[in-house]
């Protein structure tokens, strides 16, 4: 049975930082690529951050870029989303996503509320 646990989420003020993680169990983790999203109130959910099987390519989406790095440990099977200098809009449930070909599983989510 495959299971993403998501962890790290919380409160912080504007201009901080947090860092999730991913735990991955019940899949080969090095065959999958990673990706974290994010789903605020009343929007879409997006896209953040992706990593590669291997971790050698990442993605990010504009909003985040240059505040947020995407990392991954096949020794502990866990992904991880370093996020600094946080805003108000990045206040959301952020998931983890784990896809090999048509395979695919998502986290239950954790909520990430930026204010002051």
């Known amino acids: 049975q495959v299971q993403l646990v998501e962890s790290g989420g919380g409160l912080v003020q504007p201009g901080g930082s947090l860092r999730l993680s991913c735990a991955a169990s019940?899949?080969?983790?090095?065959?999958?690529?990673m990706s974290w999203y994010r789903q605020a109130p009343g929007k879409e959910r997006e896209l953040v951050a992706g990593?590669?099987?291997?971790?050698?390519?990442?993605n990010y989406v504009d909003s985040v870029r240059g505040r947020c790095t995407i990392s991954r440990d096949s020794a502990k099977n866990t992904v991880y989303l370093q996020m600094n200098s946080l805003k108000p809009e990045d206040t959301a449930v952020y998931y983890c996503?784990?896809?090999?070909?048509?395979?695919?599983?998502w986290g239950q989510g954790t909520q990430v509320t930026v204010s002051s």
């Open positions: 996503y784990a896809r090999l070909k048509s395979l695919a599983y």
């Open positions: 019940g899949l080969t983790f090095s065959l999958y690529a």
């Open positions: 990593i590669s099987s291997s971790g050698s390519v990442t």
